[in-house]
């Protein structure tokens, strides 16, 4: 049951605002990220949202299915997304990114991927997905070790160019291997 069994339970309060869950290093894999991810789903009032899932085994399948439920919370103005050194590959991005489209009221975003494996395509899909985010002011993307070259840096860059109102940016693409830019 573990983190399915918590989402269940969250589904039920329909009217939170506030909510931080610290599950770091539980092992709840897909399964419970999933669970997750349906839960949040039915919380369309939460404004200010903390997931800290780091180091749980979480693949495409979890992250997509998070994206999913974090796509009904519209309401959504502060959002805290550690998911570090977890499994995710381009289709786990592709469905944060495609999620986070829908959270036009963000204001303040800090999404930690470090270690995962989103490459090229997932950052370029993040960034498509964040380009709808015109009201982000503050903005963290930790994105470090995640075999991104200069496609996927450059689709980055190209869906946070919409992103006008942004004020603080911090990007984090050190990679183990070297990104050429096009010199």
């Known amino acids: 049951m573990g983190a399915s069994g918590l989402g269940s339970g969250l589904a039920n309060c329909i009217n939170l605002s506030n909510l931080t869950l610290e599950?770091?290093?539980?092992?709840?894999?897909?399964?419970?990220?999933s669970g997750l991810?349906?839960?949040l789903a039915n919380c369309i009032n939460l404004s200010n949202l903390t997931l800290k899932l780091?180091?749980?085994?979480?693949?495409?399948?979890g992250a997509s299915d998070l994206g999913s439920g974090l796509a009904n919370c519209i309401n959504l103005s502060n959002l805290t997304l550690n998911l570090l050194y977890n499994k995710i590959d381009a289709m786990g991005a592709s469905g944060l990114g495609s999620g986070l489209a829908n959270c036009i009221n963000l204001?303040?975003?800090?999404?930690?991927?470090?270690?995962?494996?989103?490459?090229?395509?997932g950052a370029s899909d993040l960034g498509s997905g964040l380009a709808n985010c015109i009201n982000l002011s503050n903005l963290t993307l930790e994105?470090?070790?995640?075999?991104?070259?200069?496609?996927g840096a450059s689709g980055l860059g190209s869906g946070l160019a919409n992103c006008i109102n942004l004020s603080n940016l911090t990007l984090d693409l050190q990679q183990k291997q070297f990104i050429c830019f096009g010199l």
């Open 107 to 121: 204001s303040n975003l800090t999404l930690e991927l470090r270690e995962n494996h989103i490459g090229d395509e």
């Open 54 to 61: 780091q180091d749980n085994d979480i693949g495409d399948e």
């Open 143 to 151: 994105l470090r070790d995640n075999h991104i070259g200069d496609k």
């Open 23 to 33: 599950l770091i290093w539980n092992q709840i894999g897909d399964e419970g990220a």
């Open 37 to 39: 991810g349906s839960g």
